[in-house]
């Protein structure tokens, strides 16, 4: 059974930063994405990065762009997600994702294995 933990979630100010890490057991995630997701109360979940993790080629949604760096530990089958410069808009659920069937990034309803998600909760 492919399992994602996510961790590193919490509470900061605006301004601040967080490191989520999503560790994958069981699961080689050569040559496929691996992708973070977010959800805020009453919208829908969105794609906000995700990495080829077989070739390291990184994408980002346009509101995340030069605050948020997605990065892989092969040794770790670990995913980071290095948030800086967080508004109080960045504040949502945050889940892993893996194992991109076919698509975009972007579509979630194209992972096979998702993580529990880790809150993450930004005040002005």
């Known amino acids: 059974q492919v399992q994602l933990v996510e961790s590193g979630g919490g509470s900061v100010q605006a301004g601040g930063s967080l490191r989520l890490s999503c560790a994958a057991s069981k699961y080689t995630y050569s040559s496929n994405y691996m992708a973070w997701f977010r959800q805020a109360p009453g919208k829908e979940r969105e794609g906000v990065a995700a990495?080829?993790?077989?070739?390291?080629?990184?994408y980002y949604d346009g509101s995340v762009k030069g605050r948020f760096t997605i990065s892989q530990d092969n040794a770790k089958n670990t995913v980071y997600l290095q948030m800086n410069a967080l508004k109080p808009e960045d504040t949502a659920m945050y889940y892993c994702?893996?194992?991109?069937?076919?698509?975009?990034?972007?579509?979630?309803?194209?992972?096979?294995?998702w993580g529990q998600g880790t809150q993450v909760t930004v005040s002005s």
């Open positions: 990495i080829y993790t077989g070739r390291g080629f990184t």
């Open positions: 994702a893996a194992d991109l069937a076919y698509g975009s990034w972007r579509d979630m309803f194209r992972y096979n294995y």
